[in-house]
């Protein structure tokens, strides 16, 4: 948990525990998260759906080979590590039913930190208004179960193209896997593709990839940076010349090299590309994270802070994309990932300059997504977009307002940067070639507009 969330640490000794029960206050687990080595989950994974279950059966050989142990039928005296449900098959919301009789009974035998993953598909691609409601109503249900969930449970939805069940299979070992601790009541859409193949090394599934990280001297950039290292990236380490000395110190911790730059700079996207292919042969996942706020109601806001706020978090990206996103930028296959905010989903109450930028960023990921020569040459873009996230930043917040923002989500706790760092390196494996044009809230399912 948080060193500096002392209500998490209260409510999990004795007379805090009971405390919180008799006022019914939040009662936060510390949540499991991933280390080399663990296992996907902790528990047999139930499975079942409706009618024959065309995602279940294309991906049951992968799951198990993850080492998930899969029932069809809640066991008695073990606790659930998670459930998928299939859903593919729904074609009236009267098929609904078959969610709720595999959920319900499973929803009771759950364990601490357990998964609900359902599968459906796009109600966008729908061949019946019928068949388009059944599929729209999975995502209210998911998020609803959400948030009934305690002990540090999550659920999640994908929906994947017809034909490509599959493909499905790295994005729902995410979000059964610790992996995805603090990404709570999401839908990932996977798109047309095949089956990935397996990496050599499970533990490093980024060995050989050439990753760069803008903003990694600090917070969530250097946890951004520490976690592709560890699955294996050489990563590219970026920042202002002021914090030269800590983006050093992060680039030496991962073995990467440092870059000092000023990411609104007219050839800060060709510096990049140059320094990733002269020191490391190219270039494979740019992730733009750099980012600043100036806070001020807007009608105290002047032109300078609204255009800082812009230039760093919003037009820098376009214009070192003309470099980073050209022939010789990204290679064949190519991942980018943005960091947006829940503010650019929800807004917020004096940062109307940041929110405009970060939902700014969320429009950059529909346009690169939907643009056909990426496509062609395999680049996927994402984003991710953070909640309360326990950061030197956040713990300099106001007390009231600090609590507030740690409990008002579903998992009633702040989450930490390496979160934003693990859905950040799951975008960028080489198994995610169908996952493009989405956004995920690293949230803990915020109540405020997530």
């Known amino acids: ?38 296992p996907l989950v902790d528990g047999p994974v139930l499975v079942g759906g409706h009618g024959g279950t065309p995602a279940l059966a294309a991906l049951r050989e992968g799951l198990t080979a993850a080492g998930a142990s899969l029932v069809d039928q809640v066991p008695d005296g073990t606790r659930l590590g998670g459930v998928v449900v299939d859903l593919t098959a729904a074609e009236t919301p009267a098929d609904l039913e078959s969610l709720r009789a595999t959920l319900a009974p499973a929803l009771k035998r759950l364990g601490r930190c357990a998964r609900v993953v359902v599968v459906g598909r796009d109600p966008g691609r729908a061949g019946s208004v019928a068949q388009r409601a059944a599929r729209r109503a999975l995502e209210g249900i998911t998020r609803s179960v959400g948030k009934e969930l305690r002990s540090g449970a999550t659920a999640n939805l994908v929906l994947v193209a017809d034909g490509s069940e599959a493909a499905a299979l790295g994005t729902v070992l995410f979000l059964l896997s610790a992996r995805s601790a603090y990404v709570d009541g999401q839908v990932l859409r996977v798109g047309e593709g095949e089956a990935p193949a397996a990496p050599a090394d ?227 494996a080489d198994g995610q070639a169908a996952v493009s044009g989405n956004v995920v809230r690293v949230c803990g399912q915020s109540l405020l507009g997530a």
């Open 202 to 428: 499970a533990d490093r599934p980024l060995a050989g990839k050439v990753a760069v990280v803008t903003g990694a001297a600090r917070g969530i950039g250097a946890d951004i940076a520490r976690t592709l290292h560890r699955d294996g990236a050489t990563v590219v380490c970026v920042d202002v010349p002021a914090a030269g000395g800590a983006l050093a110190a992060v680039a030496n911790e991962v073995g990467g090299t440092a870059l000092q730059l000023d990411v609104t700079a007219a050839d800060a996207g060709a510096r990049i590309a140059e320094h990733a292919r002269t020191r490391h042969g190219g270039l494979d996942l740019v992730v733009h994270n750099a980012g600043i706020t100036r806070d001020k109601l807007l009608a105290n806001t002047d032109a300078d802070r609204w255009d800082s706020v812009l230039r760093v978090n919003l037009l820098s990206i376009l214009s070192m994309n003309e470099a980073l996103l050209a022939k010789d930028g990204l290679r064949q296959g190519g991942r980018v990932v943005l960091v947006s905010s829940i503010a650019g989903i929800a807004g917020n109450r004096g940062q109307s300059n940041y929110a405009a930028s970060k939902a700014g960023v969320i429009g950059l990921v529909d346009g690169y997504a939907a643009d056909r020569g990426l496509r062609r040459r395999g680049i996927t873009v994402n984003a991710v977009a953070p909640g309360f996230i326990e950061t030197e930043m956040t713990a300099r917040i106001p007390l009231a307002t600090r609590e507030l923002g740690r409990r008002l989500n579903s998992l009633a706790q702040g989450g930490l940067p390496v979160d934003v760092a693990e859905t950040i390196a799951f975008f960028a």
């Open 1 to 38: 948990m948080p060193r500096s969330d002392g209500y998490t640490s209260f409510v999990g000794t004795g007379f805090g525990k009971k405390l919180a029960t008799t006022l019914g206050l939040p009662q936060p687990v510390p949540l499991r998260r991933y280390a080399p080595g663990r």
